[in-house]
């Protein structure tokens, strides 16, 4: 299998168990709408994407902002090896938007 169909097999695999988490909450919330919580959902899918996203996200760089203030890594001249809003697009990240996206979408068409 080549690494594009590797990529693709793993974001219709974590999107089908993103979907199947939505269909549980779908179970135990029964008061609300679907598309409402699926919309919730989404964008809690996507925020924790982020901050969990494989370049680091925002827990590294609590460590590195640490480690550039001490005073070993200032004689030595350590510096921030990327920026702070640099994502590395991985198959976790791109399903959580995908399901967000259609969620909007999905709002929209049966509002």
């Known amino acids: 299998m080549n690494r594009f169909a ?3 097999f793993f974001i219709m695999l974590i999107l089908g ?3 199947g988490i ?3 909450l779908t179970l135990y919330f029964t008061n609300l709408q679907r598309f409402d919580l699926m919309f919730i959902v989404g964008l809690i899918y996507v925020i924790l994407a982020f901050i969990f996203s494989s370049s680091g996200g ?3 760089h609590s460590s590195q902002n640490i480690m550039m203030r001490s005073m070993p890594a200032a004689m030595q001249g350590f510096h921030e090896k990327r920026g702070f809003t640099s994502v ?3 198959p976790i990240l791109v399903s959580s938007g995908i399901f967000f996206l259609s969620s909007i979408v999905l709002s ?3 509002w």
Do not use: M
Request: net charge positive; hydrophobic share 55%.
């Open 6 to 8: 590797k990529y693709i």
């Open 88 to 90: 590395k697009v991985n």
């Open 17 to 19: 168990i993103q979907v």
């Open 22 to 24: 939505f269909y549980l």
């Open 58 to 60: 925002l827990l590294s």
């Open 108 to 110: 929209l068409v049966y």
